[in-house]
């Protein structure tokens, strides 16, 4: 079906939209105009991200503004200001360099959203460490994988995720060389230390030494179609990005009240999360719970909100509550909304007008690309379905791949692979101990995305699908082989191949077709026995929520599981080419 287009009408919006003539703007936009926008440290040290969003504010008349404003579980509030957030921050960098934590060496983070996490995360920057945050919904296996791949040096995290979680798996961890836990108030070793006794102790004075705008800063993980996670590195830089995009996208103004509700696990609980709004000096506002309709409804009105920032399923499980509820609270500060992570459907924008009274803006990115790159403006025309335009200094094309050659399509409406002309200053640096992979993802000049998308003749992007198999289930990236490998470790399993399911409320959901081990029956019990195998390892965000039994898998000849002929099969879609599959006659 296809949805007008929904015009704006700029005059009567309360605040004046910070990017209004996309056109222009985008014809004299510069990085090095962006960078000359930025503090930089004091004496033209370098640039460093911790300095840009919280101290430069601290040093300033920003120093007693709230940077962010804390809903406990509990109905507790708790403020931070810009020079807490600074003292605090250099708290946890002096107490990296007593630990004697060099330069590079990556602090892990396994605690949720708690108020700890932001100046963890900036002292660790301050030290020139890289930040490594963990989803607190994993389960061990992807825990321990990402600590080994990272070399994590510190983990900061709780008892329970340290008893559950960490202990067992220690003597796999050698190069982990202090755990700190923040919620005791004693150490428990020489290397299980309290953080709340190690945070008194140190001095809340630091000077962040020079840094490179390249010194790496934050490390992501990041699924894949096959093999481990791979760990996207960031760099310094990145902040740039990351205030622009405060800018033009989030359309961040400084008496903004800005909520995010990201998970600090993934990417937008960090770029847009933690850096976005405080290099904006905006009040930014993080809640401990989980997702609550309600509670959500409550936050908007209590705390006058007025620049939120969500994700497509946190919107459908919104729609699937009677519209009484949003009509019980006063939602007349939210002036703008924004939705990343996966497709937004066109109705979800629409409800947004009729329920919200306000659109709902998609865009999108990746955890690759260390900042929103495609989006639908304050200001700007919105067609809904569409992902938008793209950023100002971003050039983003459609690609064929010909005969191993990469021709960009230079008609519109025409389906190929997404692709954005590297050197941007938040892309990626490396994906970390694995070249090869990082190389691949580039064709000349081009990123490859690994997105099937279109774009319209007005330049909008239209999102199609993953051109892997890679699955994208309640927002989060779950990569196939990840879980398959962890089903075959389960006694009754000879092989296992995942898909994700279209699922109408959290986009898809991991569905497992399991080949059984002679001698094992095909039964109920065991289905539920492996659905709980998977989530004591993988955790419940990750574990496969249905499972099938069939008596093989279908499989290329050089023997590659064909998910996408699984998937094919699962929806009753046509198969495609089937040339490669293994007893097919066409050679
Ligand atoms: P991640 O690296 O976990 O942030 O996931 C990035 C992927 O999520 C993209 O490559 C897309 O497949 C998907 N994605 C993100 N934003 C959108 C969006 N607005 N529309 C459709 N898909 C999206």
Redesign the pocket.
């Known amino acids: 079906m296809f949805f007008q287009p929904i015009k704006k009408n700029i005059k009567s919006m309360a605040v004046q939209p910070n990017l209004t003539d996309y056109t222009t703007i985008r014809a004299e936009f510069s990085w090095e105009a962006v960078r000359r926008e930025l503090s930089g440290l004091p004496g033209g040290q370098g640039l460093n991200i911790a300095y840009e969003a919280v101290d430069r504010h601290a040093e300033g008349p920003g120093q007693n503004r709230i940077a962010i404003r804390f809903l406990g579980k509990d109905g507790g509030v708790s403020d931070l200001s810009y020079g807490d957030l600074r003292d605090r921050s250099n708290r946890f960098a002096n107490l990296l360099r007593s630990l004697k934590v060099d330069k590079g060496d990556r602090v892990f983070w396994l605690a949720g959203r708690i108020p700890d996490l932001y100046p963890i995360f900036f002292g660790t920057l301050k030290n020139l460490n890289v930040f490594c945050p963990l989803f607190a919904a994993f389960g061990p296996e992807p825990v321990q994988q990402r600590l080994e791949r990272g070399n994590a040096r510190i983990l900061v995290t709780n008892r329970k995720q340290y008893t559950k979680k960490i202990a067992p798996l220690l003597n796999r961890l050698p190069e982990l060389r202090y755990i700190l836990l923040v919620d005791s108030t004693e150490d428990i070793n020489e290397q299980v230390l309290s953080l709340p006794r190690l945070m008194a102790e140190a001095a809340d004075m630091f000077t962040i030494p020079p840094t490179d705008p390249e010194d790496m800063a934050i490390l992501h993980f990041?699924s894949g179609t096959t093999g481990l996670p791979k760990g996207a590195v960031h760099v310094h830089n990145a902040v740039q990005t990351h205030f622009i995009t405060g800018r033009y996208v989030l359309d961040l103004h400084q008496d903004d009240i800005y909520w995010c509700t990201a998970d600090p696990g993934?990417?937008?609980g960090t770029s847009y999360g933690i850096i976005a709004p405080l290099l904006h000096g905006v009040i930014s506002i993080v809640d401990e719970a989980d997702f609550e309709p309600e509670r959500w409804y409550r936050i908007l009105q209590e705390q006058k909100v007025t620049v939120w920032y969500t994700a497509?399923t946190a919107i459908r499980m919104l729609m699937r509550v009677p519209e009484e509820l949003p009509g019980k609270f006063d939602l007349s500060s939210l002036r703008l909304v924004h939705?990343?992570?996966?497709?937004?459907n066109p109705e979800a924008v629409l409800w947004g007008q009729k329920v919200l009274g306000l659109l709902i803006h998609?865009?999108?990115?990746?955890?690759?690309t260390g900042g929103i790159m495609?989006a639908n403006y304050a200001a700007l025309e919105v067609r809904p379905g569409s992902?938008g335009l793209p950023l100002p200094g971003i050039e983003a094309a459609i690609l064929t791949h010909l005969d191993a050659e990469s021709v960009r399509v230079e008609e519109s409406d025409v389906e190929g692979e997404l692709a954005l002309r590297r050197g941007w200053p938040s892309m990626f640096r490396a994906y970390l101990h694995d070249e090869e992979r990082y190389q691949k993802c580039f064709a000349g000049e081009w990123y490859l995305?690994?997105?099937l998308a279109r774009r319209d003749a007005d330049g909008y992007y239209w999102?199609i699908g993953?051109a892997d198999d890679?699955i994208?289930t309640a927002?989060?990236?779950v990569g196939p082989f990840e879980v398959e490998s962890c089903l075959m470790e389960h006694p009754a399993v000879a092989e296992a191949g995942v898909i994700g399911k279209p699922e109408s409320t959290i986009g898809e959901l991991v569905k497992a077709f399991v080949v059984l081990k002679a001698g094992y029956k095909a039964t109920d019990e065991l289905s539920h026995e492996l659905i709980g195998f998977g989530r004591g390892r993988l955790g419940s965000a990750v574990a496969p929520k249905e499972i099938d039994f069939v008596d093989n898998l279908p499989k290329t000849r050089s023997g590659k599981i064909m998910r996408r002929l699984l998937k094919a099969r699962e929806l009753n879609l046509p198969v495609g080419d089937t040339s490669t599959l293994e007893g097919s006659t066409t050679s």
């Open positions: 990041t993934w990417v937008t497509p939705s990343v992570g996966e497709p937004l998609d865009n999108w990115w990746q955890t690759e495609i992902m995305t690994g997105d999102f993953r890679i994208k927002g989060h990236m």
